[in-house]
């Protein structure tokens, strides 16, 4: 199995309103790819679709080969919604035993994953407090321990680093490559340019459309620039000429 994820031709978007046109990607096991794009330019969504919580207008998704919308693959996928979805009254640790419990963690081992998970974000020491008392950079680090918690083969990540501090984030890239490294596929989105250096794969996204698709160094040579921004830039211009000549 070497593609872990595959999207062929998708068209998405929300009742009869199309937000993505087009787009195609694939993960093999052990990469990590990142979405790159504008706030509105259609992350989420791709990602929903990728989760199957959007079944979509055209084209398909497949994850470990299987058709999504599927609701046993997510028992494959650590997930990292945008919005975090946390339990206020219940502590850290509490939310991870929950969520553990749910993807199927044994007792045994739910101790051990909490320490792991924990550890990543560096929360050990904050287990035990209400999560409703944490920052909104503490609530975005339980939320990424929560994906990692059942130690998934799959990891999709929706804007992981945002209120996240720099020492924090390169540790938490250390440990995205590690687990890439051991076989993972990993899937996020950012705004940030330090983030999308560190990815095997980048996706850039303008108004919902693939406008460029490769390695970061890759693409900067692809379009002789220095930064993926001026890549981003020149890529844009290139699909505004593009949408206004036909
Ligand atoms: N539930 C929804 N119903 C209708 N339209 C939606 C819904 N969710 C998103 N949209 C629209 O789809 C488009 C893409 O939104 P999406 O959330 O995918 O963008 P994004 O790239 O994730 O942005 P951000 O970086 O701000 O998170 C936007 O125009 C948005 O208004
Ligand atoms: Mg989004």
Request: no cysteine; charged share 20%.
């Given at each position: 199995?070497?593609?872990?994820?595959?999207?062929?031709n998708?068209?998405?978007?929300?009742?009869?309103t199309?937000?993505?046109?087009?787009?195609?990607?694939?993960?093999?096991?052990?990469?990590?790819?990142?979405?790159?794009?504008p706030?509105?330019?259609?992350?989420?969504?791709?990602?929903?679709?990728?989760?199957g919580?959007?079944?979509?207008?055209?084209?398909?998704?497949?994850?470990?080969?299987?058709?999504?919308?599927?609701?046993?693959?997510?028992?494959?996928?650590?997930?990292?919604?945008?919005?975090?979805?946390?339990?206020?009254?219940?502590?850290?640790?509490?939310?991870?035993t929950?969520f553990?419990?749910?993807?199927g963690?044994?007792?045994?081992?739910?101790?051990?994953?909490?320490?792991?998970?924990?550890?990543?974000?560096k929360?050990?020491?904050?287990?035990?407090?209400?999560?409703?008392?944490?920052?909104?950079g503490m609530?975005?680090?339980?939320?990424?321990?929560?994906?990692?918690?059942?130690?998934?083969?799959?990891?999709?990540?929706?804007?992981?680093?945002?209120?996240?501090?720099?020492?924090?984030r390169?540790?938490i890239?250390?440990?995205?490559h590690?687990?890439?490294?051991?076989?993972?596929?990993?899937l996020?989105?950012?705004?940030?340019?330090?983030?999308?250096?560190?990815?095997?794969?980048?996706?850039?996204?303008?108004?919902?459309?693939?406008?460029?698709q490769?390695?970061?160094?890759?693409?900067?040579?692809?379009?002789?620039v220095k930064?993926?921004?001026e890549?981003?830039?020149?890529?844009g211009?290139?699909?505004?000429?593009?949408?206004?000549?036909?």
């Amino acid at each position: 199995m070497t593609k872990v994820i595959e999207v062929l031709n998708l068209r998405q978007g929300y009742g009869k309103t199309v937000v993505l046109k087009q787009i195609n990607l694939k993960i093999k096991a052990g990469e990590i790819l990142a979405l790159l794009g504008p706030s509105g330019s259609g992350k989420t969504t791709l990602i929903s679709s990728i989760m199957g919580m959007l079944k979509p207008q055209k084209g398909t998704v497949t994850v470990l080969g299987n058709q999504m919308p599927n609701r046993q693959m997510l028992s494959e996928i650590g997930f990292m919604a945008q919005t975090d979805a946390l339990y206020g009254t219940l502590t850290a640790r509490e939310n991870l035993t929950f969520f553990g419990a749910m993807q199927g963690v044994p007792k045994a081992r739910l101790g051990a994953r909490i320490t792991y998970a924990a550890g990543v974000v560096k929360l050990n020491s904050h287990l035990d407090r209400a999560v409703q008392y944490f920052s909104g950079g503490m609530k975005r680090r339980l939320s990424l321990a929560l994906a990692l918690i059942a130690d998934p083969r799959i990891l999709i990540l929706d804007e992981p680093t945002v209120g996240i501090d720099p020492e924090l984030r390169q540790q938490i890239w250390k440990e995205l490559h590690h687990l890439a490294a051991e076989g993972k596929t990993i899937l996020l989105t950012t705004h940030v340019m330090d983030d999308a250096l560190q990815a095997d794969q980048l996706l850039l996204i303008r108004q919902g459309e693939a406008i460029a698709q490769g390695s970061p160094a890759g693409l900067v040579a692809e379009y002789r620039v220095k930064t993926i921004e001026e890549v981003f830039l020149k890529a844009g211009r290139m699909q505004d000429a593009h949408n206004s000549n036909g």
